[in-house]
C-alpha cells in the first residue's frame, strides 16, 4: 500500500475518518508549501491535496480560483511545487494528492512523464479534476506503473452504477462531490448518506467527501457515512487571510485543521 492507502486503512482501525485539507501551492507566497505540509501534518491531516495552479481552474470558486490566480502571478510552475515537495517529504508520513489540470500534464509531456516526475518529487496520488472518465486509461496506467493511486469524482448527478463503476476503477480513495456547482465554504451540507450506502454495496474503495465542508460538525457529519472528509476553501480562505492580516499563515494553518481534526469521530457504518 502506499500512503494514501495506509492513511485510510488507519483511520478505519481506529474508528475514526480521515481529514484531507487542500492547499493552494504558491499561496499566500511562492514557497508556502515548505511550511504548510508539517503544519498541515502536525495538526492530524491524514492526506494532503495540492492545487496546481491553473489560469482557468475547472468548479473552484472565487476563493480558491483569486489564490491560483496570485500564485500564477508570483511565479509557481509545476517543478517549482515539485521542488517544495521534494524539500519536505522526508519529513512527512502523510500521503500527499496533486490536483492537476490535463491541459498541465499534457504541457509536460503527458501522463507517463507527468506522474513519474510527481512520484520522484513525493507525491502518492492523482485528481484531474477535468479528465473524463472515458478517456482515463493512459491515466490510470501511468499511475499504476509508478504505485501512485488515481482518484477520480463522482458527481452529485451522476447515475448509480456509473458513480459506482468510477469508485471501483479509482485507487487510493474515489472522491464524491457533496453538491452540484463550484467549490466554496457552505453553512448547509446535503445528505450523503443514501449516496454512500448505495456505492459501498457495490465498490470496496473508501470514499471521501468534499466540496463546502467547513468546520468540524460538518467533518463529523461526513465521516459518519464516508472515509474521509475533504476541507479546501475555508482553509484556503483562513491561510490567505492570516497572511493579510501579518500573521504567520502556517500558524494559523496547523490550529485550523487541528480544529476540523475534532470532528473525526467513530464512523458508525464499521
Do not use: W
Amino acid at each position: 500500500m502506499n500512503r494514501i492507502s495506509e492513511a485510510f486503512a488507519k483511520a478505519k482501525e481506529t474508528g475514526q475518518g480521515a481529514l484531507l485539507p487542500f492547499v493552494c501551492a504558491g499561496s499566500p507566497e511562492p514557497d508556502a508549501l515548505t511550511r504548510l505540509l508539517p503544519a498541515m501534518e502536525s495538526a492530524g491531516a491524514s492526506v494532503v491535496e495540492i492545487g496546481f495552479p491553473y489560469s482557468d481552474p475547472i468548479a473552484d470558486g472565487p476563493t480558491i480560483a483569486a489564490a491560483m490566480h496570485v500564485a500564477l502571478e508570483q511565479g509557481i510552475t509545476p517543478a517549482k511545487i515539485f521542488e517544495q515537495v521534494s524539500a519536505v517529504r522526508d519529513q512527512l508520513s502523510m500521503g500527499l494528492v496533486a490536483m492537476v489540470s490535463v491541459s498541465i500534464v499534457i504541457a509536460m509531456g503527458g501522463p507517463e512523464p507527468f506522474v513519474k516526475r510527481a512520484v520522484d518529487a513525493g507525491f502518492d496520488g492523482f485528481i484531474f479534476p477535468d479528465l473524463a472518465f472515458e478517456e482515463s486509461g493512459p491515466y490510470r496506467e501511468a499511475c499504476k506503473a509508478h504505485g501512485a493511486s488515481m482518484i477520480m469524482l463522482i458527481s452529485p448527478t451522476s447515475p448509480t452504477q456509473r458513480a459506482i463503476d468510477i469508485a471501483n476503477a479509482s485507487t487510493g480513495f474515489a472522491y464524491l462531490l457533496a453538491r452540484s456547482g463550484v467549490t466554496g465554504a457552505r453553512e448547509d451540507l446535503p445528505d450523503i448518506s443514501e449516496r454512500v450506502r448505495s456505492i459501498r454495496e457495490k465498490s470496496k474503495t473508501p470514499i471521501a467527501c468534499g466540496f463546502g465542508i467547513s468546520n468540524a460538525d460538518q467533518v463529523s457529519a461526513v465521516v459518519r457515512h464516508a472515509d474521509g472528509a475533504i476541507v479546501g476553501s475555508a482553509l484556503v480562505k483562513a491561510i490567505i487571510a492570516a497572511h493579510n492580516a501579518g500573521k504567520d499563515y502556517a500558524i494559523e494553518a496547523e490550529h485550523f485543521v487541528h480544529e476540523l481534526a475534532m470532528g473525526l469521530i467513530s464512523m458508525d457504518h464499521i
